[in-house]
């Protein structure tokens, strides 16, 4: 099969598999805000934010590394495995030990079973992760997307169960460890094919990934102090409360943003490492993704912005009104957010991701001081624009690394942005012009707004950008 077939039978595996499981998110969000109260969300956002910081030391950037190299080697693929398995299980000990410290520093109690459970993850998740990543390179990815929505499937049926049952913020740490241990089951089952670890390990032959990880590894922590730094100031400066409002608007303007992108650049990935040498087509490709995901993530990011307050009660029922004004603040976030996800497949295929360690090094040092500052004057409004004025100056260093990986990359850019902003613009005039004569409120209104925005856009795009040779030519542009 060639390497444009597998791309774009990847594509279309890792589609089906992100609408599948952003529609269970939704769902599970849209059940558990009419049962759970914000406090529990915001219990449950900081118990993530330390299983997340303790889980970037136990990668060490090898995912990257071994699609980078296309690593076959037995010997070298066991080393990794066990080194992953021992550091789990170095994490697990590691954050029973922290606990008590977290729980004084929130000033929670409850965040110390729920830390205590959550960090069970550890003990096992790192037994599968090997094979994930060898489907990946492998371009495997109809075994990753059955994976994620059986996972997630099982996980959000158990939390919703155990949350009608009375557990609380424990319906959503067991129903994570379902999904999680089920993920696990499945990526060794899916992936032993590719991989069988054999008793061999000697650190010394994990060196050049090592090497190459370093710099991963350091853009993934500095990257998570400054993505997380808004959630860590509001856990601590305006409480758990405040957090789970916040944490459900981002939720809502972010998720479907953070999980699309990533599992198409999945794909983008290992289809332009095996194309770095050839740089014509190498830089077609990356401006085709760029395109893509300008013209998929606007109208959607622009249709929301202008339903919030219809959505946000649908989804959520009565009494959330609080996070009209973050979903937009959000919305323009997760705009910028699109445009500069896309830069690791080019830092990573280069074999740079120096780049990436020096980009995230200057956003935290940008973002962690407006946050705190504009955290601490407006709160939790004053977090979200502080992390909108981050994302700018982010998206504009992205730009000039960008250009120096891809020659005379910005004009094209630019010209390729014009088009889907305006028809956002043109998109959200004209259900403002509907919600100004015929209200918002109620499925009825919401539906209409959704449709009226859909046929606008469209009929836009296949106007004036697609026609549909054009979609048949991006769709095997790769």
Same mark, same amino acid.
């Not at 980078?68 to 037995?74: A, L, P, S, T, V």
């Not at 070298?76 to 066990?82: A, C, E, P």
């Not at 912005?305 to 609080?322: A, C, H, N, Q, R």
């Not at 020096?358 to 004057?377: A, I, M, R, S």
């Given at each position: 099969?060639?390497?444009?077939?597998?791309?774009?039978?990847?594509?279309?595996?890792?589609?089906?598999?992100?609408?599948?499981?952003?529609?269970?998110?939704?769902?599970?969000? *849209? #059940?558990? *805000?009419?049962?759970?109260?914000?406090?529990?969300?915001?219990?449950?956002?900081?118990?993530?934010?330390?299983?997340?910081?303790?889980?970037?030391?136990? +990668?060490?950037?090898?995912?990257?590394?071994?699609?980078?190299?296309?690593?076959?080697?037995?010997?070298?693929?066991?080393?990794?495995?066990? %080194?992953?398995?021992?550091?789990?299980? *170095?994490?697990?000990?590691?954050?029973?030990?922290?606990?008590?410290?977290?729980?004084?520093?929130?000033?929670?109690?409850?965040?110390?079973?729920?830390?205590? @459970?959550?960090?069970?993850?550890?003990?096992?998740?790192?037994?599968?992760?090997?094979?994930?990543?060898?489907?990946?390179?492998?371009?495997?990815?109809?075994?990753? *997307?059955?994976?994620?929505?059986?996972?997630?499937?099982?996980?959000?049926?158990?939390?919703?169960?155990?949350?009608?049952?009375? @557990?609380?913020?424990?319906?959503?740490?067991?129903?994570?460890?379902?999904?999680?241990?089920?993920?696990?089951?499945?990526?060794?089952?899916?992936?032993?094919?590719?991989?069988?670890? /054999?008793?061999?390990? +000697?650190?010394?032959?994990?060196?050049?990934?090592?090497?190459?990880?370093?710099?991963?590894?350091?853009?993934?922590?500095?990257?998570?102090?400054?993505?997380?730094?808004?959630?860590?100031?509001?856990?601590? #400066?305006?409480?758990?409360?405040?957090?789970?409002?916040?944490?459900?608007?981002?939720?809502?303007?972010?998720?479907?943003?953070?999980?699309? +992108?990533?599992?198409?650049?999945?794909?983008?990935?290992?289809?332009?490492?095996?194309?770095?040498?050839?740089?014509?087509?190498?830089?077609?490709?990356?401006?085709?993704?760029?395109?893509?995901?300008?013209?998929?993530?606007?109208?959607? %990011?622009?249709?929301?912005?202008?339903?919030?307050?219809?959505?946000?009660?649908?989804?959520?029922?009565?009494?959330?009104?609080?996070?009209?004004?973050?979903?937009?603040?959000?919305?323009?976030?997760?705009?910028?957010?699109?445009?500069?996800?896309?830069?690791?497949?080019?830092?990573?295929?280069?074999?740079?991701?120096?780049?990436?360690?020096?980009?995230?090094?200057?956003?935290?040092?940008?973002?962690?001081?407006? #946050?705190?500052?504009?955290?601490?004057?407006?709160? #939790?409004?004053?977090?979200? @624009?502080?992390?909108?004025?981050?994302?700018?100056?982010?998206?504009?260093?992205?730009?000039?690394?960008?250009?120096?990986?891809?020659?005379?990359?910005?004009?094209?850019?630019?010209?390729?942005?014009?088009?889907?902003?305006?028809?956002?613009?043109?998109?959200?005039?004209?259900?403002?012009?509907?919600?100004?004569?015929?209200?918002?409120?109620?499925?009825? +209104? /919401?539906?209409?707004?959704?449709?009226?925005?859909?046929?606008? @856009?469209?009929?836009? /795009?296949?106007?004036?950008?697609?026609?549909?040779?054009?979609?048949?030519? %991006?769709?095997?542009?790769?």
């Amino acid at each position: 099969m060639s390497l444009k077939i597998k791309a774009i039978n990847s594509g279309k595996w890792l589609t089906v598999s992100t609408v599948f499981q952003t529609l269970i998110q939704f769902a599970q969000i *849209a #059940v558990l *805000a009419r049962l759970l109260d914000p406090v529990v969300f915001g219990i449950i956002a900081i118990s993530n934010l330390i299983i997340a910081f303790f889980g970037i030391f136990a +990668n060490l950037g090898f995912t990257n590394s071994i699609i980078h190299k296309q690593e076959n080697d037995r010997n070298v693929l066991s080393t990794v495995y066990f %080194l992953n398995i021992l550091l789990g299980i *170095a994490l697990f000990l590691i954050v029973q030990v922290a606990s008590p410290f977290i729980v004084a520093f929130y000033d929670e109690p409850r965040l110390d079973t729920v830390i205590g @459970y959550s960090s069970l993850v550890f003990l096992f998740v790192y037994f599968g992760s090997i094979h994930t990543i060898l489907l990946k390179k492998e371009l495997q990815f109809k075994f990753i *997307a059955f994976i994620d929505i059986i996972g997630n499937l099982l996980g959000s049926s158990v939390t919703i169960y155990l949350a009608y049952q009375g @557990y609380e913020e424990l319906s959503l740490v067991y129903g994570g460890l379902v999904m999680h241990l089920f993920r696990t089951v499945l990526e060794i089952y899916f992936g032993r094919r590719l991989f069988r670890p /054999t008793w061999y390990f +000697n650190i010394r032959e994990v060196g050049d990934h090592l090497k190459f990880g370093l710099y991963n590894f350091g853009e993934n922590f500095v990257n998570y102090i400054q993505s997380n730094w808004d959630n860590i100031i509001i856990g601590k #400066v305006v409480g758990p409360k405040y957090l789970g409002i916040y944490s459900l608007a981002m939720q809502l303007a972010v998720y479907p943003i953070v999980k699309l +992108n990533p599992l198409i650049l999945q794909v983008v990935y290992p289809v332009i490492a095996k194309i770095k040498e050839d740089e014509s087509r190498f830089k077609r490709a990356y401006l085709k993704v760029v395109e893509l995901l300008s013209y998929l993530n606007f109208p959607l %990011l622009a249709g929301l912005f202008i339903t919030v307050e219809s959505v946000v009660p649908l989804f959520y029922g009565d009494g959330w009104e609080e996070t009209f004004p973050l979903v937009r603040i959000f919305v323009f976030v997760s705009a910028i957010g699109c445009l500069t996800h896309p830069l690791f497949t080019l830092a990573y295929s280069k074999g740079k991701p120096k780049y990436m360690f020096y980009l995230n090094l200057v956003n935290f040092l940008v973002k962690v001081p407006l #946050v705190y500052f504009f955290g601490d004057k407006w709160g #939790v409004i004053g977090v979200a @624009y502080a992390l909108l004025l981050a994302s700018t100056i982010h998206l504009l260093l992205n730009l000039g690394i960008t250009q120096l990986l891809i020659k005379d990359y910005f004009g094209t850019w630019l010209k390729e942005l014009v088009k889907p902003v305006l028809f956002c613009s043109i998109m959200v005039l004209g259900v403002y012009l509907y919600k100004s004569q015929f209200g918002y409120q109620g499925w009825a +209104n /919401t539906l209409a707004e959704i449709v009226i925005g859909a046929l606008i @856009y469209l009929s836009l /795009t296949f106007t004036f950008k697609y026609s549909l040779s054009d979609l048949k030519e %991006l769709r095997g542009g790769l």
